[in-house]
């Protein structure tokens, strides 16, 4: 089938990639021309392991390309996915739509036969209803279907969960558009991935309240957390406890840091500005944003306790500051909120993280870039693990951190308590009894 992917950012990118592995002839287009020139010769503007490879495959058996001419490429397509962002909107909370709107015009100009027009970008209930409306001021109603597919892709893991979702949603009455997209779909069906066909309204509402619900699961679990450490339970085990109960599931109850990413704190606040505009009390997802907003001033006050409140000069190492491991995206990561807060406090912060050097900190002072675990660690004061990346889940830290005292403040629960005080290492971690 030829494809249309418009937007090379995450979701574009990606799906068009693995869409064209599963040997679809896909266009990617970008107005980004120095971005859609570097993609031309295979290189990658994000960090996801593996998609490198998968496209230079496919460029080279000619499945795939990459343009920044949108009208032209919409022309050579059957099939056009929508997959530009849909940010906060700046001083609000609805998500900003102008980019996805924009498209729309433009396809207006250029639907030359029949097209389905799908957002796969996370868009708010009614937004695939404004888009038919828009179409509809150049073009008669047989000449496309504006089509919901959403994408559930996590970053770090997202040719894996394109190959096997647990789910495919498309959501449209199209009979037509329909059987086009189980067939685009057959060979992840034939893998064992479940298609659902539902109407377009609740496809767009389906991705919001996945992860909505998603957040819920962490922040219950990180609340769960806090009176483990006041009653010295080990949170691991009541997240087995509650995970093998089928109706709860075991994934997700992992307690850390404040969720953070590209997706959980923007869907979270849209769903719950949709839900005003119908005049709906979305009660659990606005206290869920709250909880996870006073987490990492709760983790802080962890770490002052555990320094004592002596943080002035203190040197502290962040093991990785991105939002979770596997990915080089800083967007709403807790170690935003952290990491300038120590520094204001007359912290020395050195952090390491596998992505390399963060924009982020620049103009910090205090806060310095290392290039290696071993140096960002030697001679600290305190050790946090900030992120689950596998390289910093077996350290030798006697040998890294070279001081007396050592003190470690595991956010991911990473190492073993028991293992850690055998070794007589200091060390501190999440939802496991800490007094
Ligand atoms: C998410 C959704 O999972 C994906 O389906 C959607 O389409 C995009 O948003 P992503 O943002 O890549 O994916 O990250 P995810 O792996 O879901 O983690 C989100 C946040 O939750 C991270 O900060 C992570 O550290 C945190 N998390 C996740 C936990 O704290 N505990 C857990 O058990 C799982």
């Given at each position: 089938m030829k494809l249309c992917m418009i937007g090379t950012g995450y979701v574009g990118l990606v799906s068009g990639v693995c869409f064209s592995d599963l040997g679809n002839q896909v266009i990617c287009v970008d107005k980004d021309l120095v971005k859609i020139n570097k993609l031309q010769n295979g290189i990658i503007p994000i960090y996801e392991p593996g998609l490198d490879e998968l496209v230079k495959r496919n460029i080279k058996n000619k499945r795939l390309s990459f343009s920044n001419d949108l009208k032209d490429s919409i022309k050579k397509s059957d099939i056009i996915f929508i997959c530009v962002g849909t940010p906060t909107k700046k001083g609000g909370?609805?998500?900003?739509l102008r980019q996805i709107y924009g498209v729309a015009k433009d396809l207006s100009k250029s639907l030359n036969k029949f097209k389905i027009i799908i957002t796969k970008s996370t868009v708010p209930v009614t937004t695939g209803d404004e888009i038919e409306k828009i179409l509809l001021t150049k073009n008669s109603k047989n000449k496309f279907a504006v089509v919901s597919n959403p994408e559930f892709l996590r970053e770090g893991e997202a040719i894996r969960d394109f190959v096997y979702p647990d789910r495919i949603i498309v959501g449209s009455n199209d009979k037509k558009s329909n059987k086009i997209l189980k067939n685009l779909y057959s060979p992840l069906i034939a893998k064992g991935a479940k298609y659902v066909n539902t109407s377009r309204r609740a496809a767009e509402l389906i991705k919001y309240a996945s992860n909505a619900f998603l957040a819920t699961k962490i922040t219950f679990i990180n609340e769960i957390a806090n009176l483990c450490e006041k009653t010295n339970i080990n949170v691991d085990d009541i997240s087995i406890g509650m995970g093998l109960d089928q109706r709860i599931g075991?994934?997700?109850l992992r307690a850390g840091p404040a969720y953070g990413g590209s997706c959980f704190p923007k869907d979270t606040k849209a769903i719950i500005s949709t839900a005003d505009k119908f005049k709906t009390n979305l009660s659990i997802i606005k206290s869920v944003i709250k909880s996870n907003k006073d987490r990492s001033n709760l983790l802080l006050k962890r770490i002052y306790g555990i320094l004592n409140n002596k943080i002035k000069n203190k040197k502290i190492s962040f093991l990785g500051v991105t939002f979770?491991?596997?990915?080089?995206d800083m967007r709403d990561s807790s170690s935003l909120k952290m990491i300038p807060e120590l520094s204001r406090k007359g912290a020395k912060v050195q952090y390491y993280d596998p992505t390399g050097f963060k924009e982020?900190?620049?103009?910090?002072?205090n806060v310095r870039n290392a290039k290696s675990i071993s140096n960002c660690l030697e001679k600290s004061n305190l050790v946090i693990i900030h992120t689950e990346w596998?390289?910093?889940?077996?350290?030798d830290f006697k040998r890294l951190v070279k001081n007396k005292k050592i003190i470690i403040f595991d956010m991911r629960n990473l190492y073993s308590p028991q293992e850690m005080i055998k070794k007589n290492l200091k060390y501190f971690s999440v939802g496991r009894g800490f007094k």
């Open positions: 909370s609805s998500a900003d075991s994934r997700f979770k491991a596997n990915t080089d982020e900190f620049k103009n910090y002072k596998n390289d910093f889940k077996s350290l």
